[in-house]
């Protein structure tokens, strides 16, 4: 059977960079080579004070710690880690079309391909290829033929290992996952490349979760198992929007309908929208699959997902509007929170960023205050949009250092990001830094709302 000694990694990202950090941490015996062709990230990754790693995730440090130096390793030489390894991971952005066929909903290949054929081209030896990006079903085969190019007698097997990590935790997540997914070609050689790759993670986690399918399987089981964490979201999203007419309270409701067990309580959570690198760019790849095969009520079931949140994050800035007069101009609102989630300094279709744009068009000023997203992805965000300049995505919007500084003079103040620092404020102190009348929009629902309705303070939750 093929033993790996040495394992690269194409794409040093969310993704790449702590799954081989971790794979490192675990198999010392396997040397790891993280490479990509962004020079400044790698740099970042080898950066001797370790508090500049370009990713911030709890506990990623400690392990880049242990493991850099002995067999993990971070390299722009992307052809020689080709080259020297006997498993190659790729790990390389998969981002929506913007142009084309497809465009707004497929998944862009052009990484993945280039990626291919820099292993067609490089590879000497035999090579295990594991997709570890979320690839639309099929792609192995698009990958196989690139690779069927290789000028040498190298033979290559095409593995899809989708990553289930969360980010925020995915440390946590890489150390006991619910479950490994691997798929292969349903023949010795596939049979084989699966187990050479399933002796890696049996280095950590229990045999009985790690799970062995057909390669096909394995690739739309990543795109389902998003659209269902989202959908989860959209539905409790949508009975918050019912709650705050009928004043019934979405949380008693994720609660009560949580604890039976074949619902279950985890990602009932109503929110001001889901954001992130994943689920909307997932959602529309299967729509566009689901309708590539004519299979138009199915594209059209999934993509109330995405409407739904994106009607969530357009009716919280709207509320905001509507209970400030129908007027933004000249005042000024406190954004606690840019990045999708807490625990991360990722950004990728953040809700804040859609809440900002709203906003910006009743010409408001927003001060935000994230502890991780400087002030440069904030209007690098907005100019992504192209709704207004960037000048004056400059001047209306700023980042400040901390809460206070947010809340001073500010007339409302959202909350975007469930950052544990925000749940924790002395929000006491809220009536002398705030305009009069103040008003809190909790886009997370993590305040105590009857605290702040005792200091005179209007406040506005989701679904309650
Ligand atoms: C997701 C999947 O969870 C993970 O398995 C996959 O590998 C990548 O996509 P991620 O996007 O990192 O992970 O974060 P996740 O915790 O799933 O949160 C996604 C978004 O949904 C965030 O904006 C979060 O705030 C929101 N969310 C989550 C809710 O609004 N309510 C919930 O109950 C849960
Ligand atoms: P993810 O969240 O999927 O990890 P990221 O955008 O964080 O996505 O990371 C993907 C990385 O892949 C980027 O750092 C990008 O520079 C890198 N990359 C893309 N294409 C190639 C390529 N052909 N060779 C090497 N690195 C690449």
């Not at 406190?334 to 910006?360: C, P, Q």
Request: hydrophobic share 40%; with cysteine; net charge negative.
């Amino acid at each position: 059977m093929t033993k790996i000694k040495n394992i690269c990694c194409i794409g040093a990202g969310y993704v790449g960079g702590p799954t081989m950090a971790v794979i490192a941490q675990k198999c010392p015996h396997i040397k790891v080579t993280v490479v990509d062709v962004n020079a400044e990230r790698i740099a970042a990754w080898n950066d001797s004070e370790l508090a500049n790693l370009p990713i911030y995730e709890p506990g990623l440090r400690e392990v880049v710690a242990e493991a850099r130096g002995r067999n993990l390793f971070f390299s722009t030489d992307v052809s020689a880690a080709i080259r020297d390894a006997e498993m190659i991971f790729m790990s390389v952005n998969t981002p929506t079309k913007t142009y084309g066929n497809g465009k707004g909903k497929a998944a862009d290949l052009k990484y993945i391909e280039l990626c291919a054929r820099q292993i067609a081209k490089e590879a000497t030896s035999d090579k295990i290829v594991v997709e570890k990006s979320t690839l639309p079903v099929r792609t192995a085969q698009a990958i196989k033929t690139i690779l069927s190019n290789n000028q040498t007698s190298a033979k290559f097997q095409v593995l899809s290992n989708p990553e289930f990590l969360a980010e925020g935790t995915a440390i946590e997540d890489l150390y006991s996952p619910d479950r490994v997914l691997i798929g292969g070609e349903q023949t010795p050689e596939g049979a084989e490349a699966m187990e050479a790759l399933t002796e890696i993670y049996a280095n950590w986690v229990p045999r009985e979760r790690i799970l062995q399918t057909n390669v096909w399987s394995s690739e739309l089981s990543k795109l389902v198992a998003n659209a269902f964490l989202a959908q989860r979201i959209s539905s409790i999203n949508s009975i918050s929007a019912l709650c705050e007419k009928t004043e019934a309270n979405v949380d008693e409701i994720a609660k009560a309908i949580g604890m039976d067990s074949r619902i279950g309580p985890k990602f009932l959570k109503a929110s001001v929208g889901f954001g992130g690198s994943c689920f909307q760019k997932d959602i529309l790849n299967l729509v566009y699959i689901a309708r590539t095969y004519g299979l138009d009520e199915v594209a059209d079931y999934w993509e109330q997902v995405i409407d739904l949140n994106d009607y969530q994050k357009r009716r919280f800035a709207q509320n905001i509007i509507s209970k400030l007069n129908n007027t933004l101009s000249g005042k000024k609102i406190a954004m606690l929170g840019w990045a999708f989630k807490k625990d991360t300094n990722d950004t990728r279709e953040s809700a804040a960023i859609y809440v900002a744009d709203h906003l910006l068009n009743e010409q408001a000023e927003i001060h935000v205050y994230d502890p991780k997203v400087s002030e440069s992805q904030i209007h690098k965000d907005l100019d992504y949009l192209q709704t207004r300049s960037p000048e004056e995505n400059r001047e209306m919007v700023q980042k400040v250092v901390d809460i206070e500084q947010a809340l001073a003079g500010a007339h409302a103040v959202a909350i975007l990001t469930e950052w544990d620092e925000f749940k924790t404020y002395d929000w006491a102190k809220l009536s002398a830094l705030m305009m009069k009348p103040a008003f809190v929009f909790d886009g997370r629902n993590i305040l105590d709302h009857e605290a702040l309705r005792a200091l005179g303070v209007n406040v506005y939750g989701i679904g309650r």
